[in-house]
């Protein structure tokens, strides 16, 4: 077992992670996009029930989990097109492709559409990845071609049976769906190139735009490379109104589930009433991404000090 002292991650690894940070720079460079630095830091956070912050009691201040929130406060500023390399911290269990601090690469583009920010998704990973340009699939789609099922039209009974084999009884929809998502479709996924999911269920992307055409589904995305979840990218949402409204929704979901509430980002609230420009953004596990272009198996490997180091 290696010494607690010296780092996990061999120091080859961590100057491949240097280089792809230089990468990561250049791209957005010769794309005209600026980068910003927020606070780790902040005073409210996006109440999500499946995931869980860091929170500091004595000052009551949180660990944010994405800069998404301050992120759009500079894009309500008139900052332009936009990315961040951070740390972010969630409180979630430690694994194979899992850290409670981990490191994000998030960017945000005004003007663009979901399927303008895909491409630009797209083209960055073939330069990081020499990887084949990506598919693009539907949410719905994919879970009739594994499952059977349609997530919108199936009954719940179905899903609830579906789940029950993972030993899981009288889960809500959102839960089975993201539970079947992860066990039995994403393993599939980006096997031969990257693999794009888009146009999620309404209910479980919180800080996106509805689908026009269908106002039950989404503008979100994500990304898989391997069957891992790589990104996880949004048509903005920009209503004011409507977003306290899901926030709300979703801090009454947390409530139902016996999860603690936490108060809601007013700054951030602010910044949509003063206007955020139309615009597409996307976050990028940038730890899970240097363990596919080093080839390793463990989160580990490409950490120099993951949590039980710390």
Request: aromatic share 10%; charged share 20%; hydrophobic share 40%.
């Amino acid at each position: 077992m290696t010494p607690t002292w010296q780092p996990t991650a061999n120091l080859d690894t961590l100057r491949l992670r240097a280089t792809l940070y230089n990468q990561i720079r250049d791209f957005f460079k010769s794309h005209q996009v600026l980068e910003v630095e927020t606070p780790i830091l902040s005073a409210g956070c996006v109440p999500d029930p499946m995931i869980e912050p860091f929170h500091i009691d004595d000052k009551h201040w949180f660990l944010h989990t994405s800069p998404e929130l301050a992120m759009k406060r500079l894009l309500a500023a008139g900052s332009g097109a936009i990315f961040q390399i951070t740390k972010v911290f969630r409180e979630e269990e430690k694994g194979r492709w899992h850290n409670p601090e981990f490191t994000l690469l998030e960017w945000y583009q005004p003007g663009f559409s979901q399927d303008d920010l895909i491409q630009e998704v797209n083209e960055l990973l073939q330069i990081l990845l020499h990887c084949p340009p990506a598919e693009c699939l539907t949410y719905c789609g994919v879970f009739e071609k594994y499952t059977g099922l349609h997530p919108l039209h199936s009954p719940l009974s179905a899903f609830q049976d579906y789940a029950a084999k993972f030993g899981l009884q009288d889960l809500d929809r959102d839960t089975c769906l993201q539970l079947i998502l992860s066990h039995e479709i994403e393993p599939h996924l980006g096997q031969n190139c990257p693999t794009v999911i888009k146009d999620f269920p309404a209910t479980q992307a919180a800080l996106a735009r509805k689908c026009v055409d269908n106002p039950q589904l989404a503008e979100r995305f994500e990304v898989y490379v391997q069957g891992i979840e790589l990104a996880n990218g949004f048509y903005e949402l920009t209503d004011p109104v409507e977003q306290r409204q899901r926030f709300e929704q979703e801090l009454a979901k947390r409530q139902s589930l016996n999860l603690p509430t936490y108060p809601l980002d007013e700054r951030f609230l602010a910044a949509l009433a003063s206007g955020l420009p139309d615009c597409a953004g996307v976050a990028l596990g940038l730890d899970r991404l240097l363990m596919l272009i080093a080839d390793v198996s463990h989160i580990n490997e490409v950490l120099a000090f993951p949590v039980d180091y710390a």
